[in-house]
């Protein structure tokens, strides 16, 4: 069984995929659709589609309910969307998709919308494993020290399951089960769609429940298989604010253990924010309290922090150094540069071998755009110093502490002071 994120051309061809994502998620207490609440600022749906597109699925329905027009327009491009009119359990929610299911054949992968740290790794496990044993139905499990708020698996005396129990149905003996359903599931289309019809809505909330669907099967004969989980932690349902904040803290362990293996060095990881597309040189030292956000690059040796921010559109080349307190956004910034503690670089583009002192801040906002300050090879920005844009300081250019630089150009190898800022004379070979 390959156990890599790989499906072949032949299961790919018989496969589609139903997300469920009709929920309204009243525990949220929210107006915004569950799926739509978002980690390291992307919704929770989208990490799932993310892991099924690494899959290669192409057929991939998902059915909406509350606020679906919410939904509908952020998934649009990505996969069928079917409405559910009325929202009856899981099992009717599949029941909306079944004329775009029935007529691929083959088998269907579900899963939830909310689980947005399901690994594509583990989708291709149990779609692998339900093809290769022939099951009418597998679904992945969970041991869980705490199984609170999930379903569970009950097994007879041969192991074998014989049906899923929803906690709020369950007796106190079945909730000390540790083995949860995750919700996921592959299911051999013709089987799954017979057997739904027979589903009752028998339960506390009179909804149609798909983990019914296992016992039917069982009854008739069909064989029903389960794989386990390795990592419990992706099987996490989002269903509270607080399931929301330790999805986001498991994503950030995520993400840094990526990083690290790659040789950068974080100092406190438990303080520092780096999203999921940053990318980091070897021998990078991140120091606490740090926030990396959006489509950075930082290079090789370079020292970032403590209580640095770095925004979206930031490049920083190899060697530089980034101090405490500093804000840095779409700016790019040469190898051997240092940005000292207190300043704001913001629409800036930095040459090699530049000193940024203190407080330095770069006023690219007139109240009506953002304007850019250009910095070349060498030059000293002495402490305090404002540099209100469009400015282009030269190369060499040394900038007295506190002046301020005003929209034009300052040439090179000059020396500026005072407010506003006028040339007092050239610079000498090697001063600072």
């Known amino acids: 069984m390959k156990s890599n994120a790989e499906l072949s051309k032949v299961i790919l061809k018989n496969l589609t995929c139903c997300i469920l994502a009709a929920g309204e998620g009243v525990r949220m207490n929210s107006e915004i659709p569950k799926v739509l609440h978002r980690i390291y600022k992307k919704p929770l749906i989208s990490y799932v589609l993310d892991a099924i597109k690494e899959l290669k699925i192409k057929r991939i329905i998902t059915v909406v309910g509350y606020k679906s027009k919410q939904v509908q327009d952020y998934i ?5 969307t079917i409405k559910q009119k009325k929202l009856l359990g899981t099992a009717d929610a599949l029941k909306q998709a079944k004329k775009k299911l029935t007529t691929s054949g083959g088998n269907v992968l579900v899963l939830y919308g909310d689980t947005p740290l399901i690994k594509a790794k583990t989708l291709a496990k149990l779609i692998n494993y339900h093809v290769e044993s022939g099951s009418s139905c597998t679904l992945l499990t969970a041991v869980l020290k705490n199984p609170t708020g999930y379903g569970r698996i009950i097994r007879n005396n041969n192991d074998n399951i014989i049906k899923i129990i929803e906690e709020r149905d369950a007796s106190l003996y079945e ?3 540790e083995e949860i359903n995750t919700g996921i599931y592959c299911f051999k289309n013709k089987d799954l769609f017979q057997s739904i019809e027979d589903i009752k809505p028998n339960n506390t909330k009179r ?8 016992q039917i099967l069982i009854k008739r004969g069909l064989k029903v298989s389960s794989l386990q989980s390795e990592d419990p932690e992706e099987i ?14 498991i ?22 924010h780096i999203d999921e597309v940053v990318e980091i040189g070897k021998d990078t030292i991140i120091e606490p309290f740090v926030r990396i956000e959006g489509n950075v690059q930082i290079g090789k040796k370079c020292h970032i922090g403590p209580f640095a921010r770095i925004r979206p559109g930031t490049i920083i080349k190899d060697e530089v150094k980034v101090g405490n307190f500093v804000e840095i956004v779409r700016s790019k910034i040469e190898s051997g540069t240092k940005v000292n503690h207190h300043a704001y670089i913001g629409d800036s583009e930095i ?14 906002y007139d109240s009506k755009k953002k304007n850019k300050t250009i910095i070349k ?15 282009k300081i030269g190369k060499n250019v040394i900038t007295g502490a ?5 929209k034009g150009e300052v040439k090179d190898n000059r020396i500026v002071v005072g407010i506003p800022a006028k040339v007092l004379r050239k610079r000498r070979v090697n001063e600072a």
């Open 402 to 406: 506190n002046c301020v630089v005003n």
């Open 207 to 214: 909804e149609f429940y798909l983990t019914d669907v296992i």
């Open 236 to 249: 996490l349902g989002i269903n509270t604010r607080e399931d929301l904040s330790l999805a986001h803290k």
């Open 76 to 80: 649009k491009k990505d996969c069928q």
């Open 351 to 364: 040459g090699k071998n530049v000193n940024i002192g203190a407080g330095t801040i770069t006023a690219n």
């Open 251 to 272: 994503l950030r362990r995520r993400i840094q253990k990526e990083i690290i293996s790659k040789g950068v060095t974080i100092i406190d990881p438990e303080t520092v």
């Open 377 to 391: 090879d060498g030059a000293f920005i002495g402490s305090g110093s404002i540099l209100v844009a469009p400015v």
């Open 175 to 177: 909730k000390v089960i």
